[in-house]
């Protein structure tokens, strides 16, 4: 499905930084499927001049993937990505079949993890705890940006001892979802999310991450409601995918696949590559409700940006229209990187710069 020019496979670069549990998804993925790749760190909060300078993207969560000069942003449109795209792999995708039951199942508990919010519940549990960072107030200053959109002007203060209350209803939250898979999934003593399969799969990912996550921040589970004890099918599932992605061993296994470069490099590899897709034949779907509302065509300038968090005018990626359907939105922006976005939880519009410059 590659366009490169060369006919060779375009390289494949992920932004991220060590401790992102949504970056953990795609590390998995990647880890699972043998694919090869390479990374380029990012610190935990802005600037990111690698991407917002070199790369012309001003999108500011983690992570994103390149393949080639195709730029994906959110993890549930690169897992969807990377289970289409025919890119090499030692072992076989991930997912689960079309049009069964086990594929409704994963994609139910992608929906509880994220849009459910789950993984914003839990994230509630920070405020609760020790951590060094929530004394850090430049890390505190880019999360309040970050929750509130950055819409100018200060950003707001976390008020810990109000977060903090947040607290106990989490773990609530949380206690249901190990009672959920306890009673229900995993009931019968499978190994794995899906019935009868021998290794970990995407539904594992879409399960797994938050409580991945948690059970990684020392004292943010009391062991008096979590513990093996209390819920041992998921404990002994959790330990089993981590074995699986290798972070058991000691030190944790470090896949020989993976390359880390700089940013620079980084721009270089992708700006030097061809297309891994060829958007340009894809069309903006007409019969869309979106498209007849803006009066979107192809080349129309546009910004697009996530509706959640994150959605600043600042963190609004601007481009020429490539292609719109009903699953994603193609842009094109000035460095010559096309940024595709997903349908869901992004909104897209013509762009307020482009209207500006023509008055």
């Not at 969807?80 to 795209?85: A, F, I, M, Q, V």
Request: glycine share 8%.
């Amino acid at each position: 499905m590659s366009s490169s020019t060369s006919g060779s496979q375009p390289p494949i670069v992920l932004y991220h930084y060590p401790f992102s549990p949504y970056a953990k998804r795609i590390i998995w993925y990647l880890h699972l499927r043998g694919i090869p790749y390479t990374q380029c760190l990012q610190p935990m909060i802005l600037p990111r001049p690698d991407l917002s300078s070199l790369l012309g993207i001003k999108y500011r969560r983690i992570p994103l993937l390149s393949i080639g000069r195709d730029v994906y942003l959110d993890t549930r449109l690169i897992l969807s990505k990377l289970e289409d795209l025919d890119l090499p792999s030692s072992q076989p995708k991930l997912s689960a079949a079309p049009g069964t039951d086990a594929l409704a199942l994963q994609t139910l508990l992608s929906h509880y993890s994220i849009d459910g919010g789950l993984f914003s519940r839990a994230a509630q549990l920070l405020f609760s705890l020790d951590n060094p960072l929530l004394r850090d107030p430049k890390f505190l200053a880019d999360r309040a940006e970050f929750a509130t959109g950055g819409g100018g002007g200060a950003p707001p203060k976390f008020a810990r001892e109000d977060t903090a209350a947040l607290g106990p209803e989490a773990l609530a939250d949380l206690r249901d979802y190990c009672q959920m898979l306890e009673t229900t999934v995993l009931a019968d003593g499978r190994e794995w999310i899906l019935k009868d399969t021998k290794t970990p799969g995407l539904a594992d990912i879409e399960a797994v991450f938050v409580l991945h996550w948690v059970k990684s921040l020392p004292g943010a589970l009391p062991k008096e409601q979590f513990s093996e004890d209390k819920f041992p099918k998921v404990w002994k599932w959790v330990a089993r995918f981590q074995e699986a992605v290798g972070e058991t061993t000691k030190p944790p296994q470090k896949d020989g696949q993976i390359t880390t470069v700089k940013g620079d490099k980084a721009q270089e590899m992708i700006l030097g590559a061809g297309w891994n897709e060829d958007s340009e034949k894809k069309e903006v779907d007409a019969a869309e409700a979106i498209v007849h509302f803006h009066g979107l065509e192809k080349g129309t300038v546009v910004e697009v940006w996530p509706t959640d968090s994150g959605s600043g005018q600042a963190h609004r990626d601007v481009g020429r229209l490539v292609s719109l359907d009903a699953r994603e939105v193609v842009i094109e922006n000035d460095k010559g990187v096309r940024v595709h976005t997903p349908r869901h939880g992004f909104r897209v519009k013509p762009s307020s710069q482009a209207v500006a410059s023509s008055l």
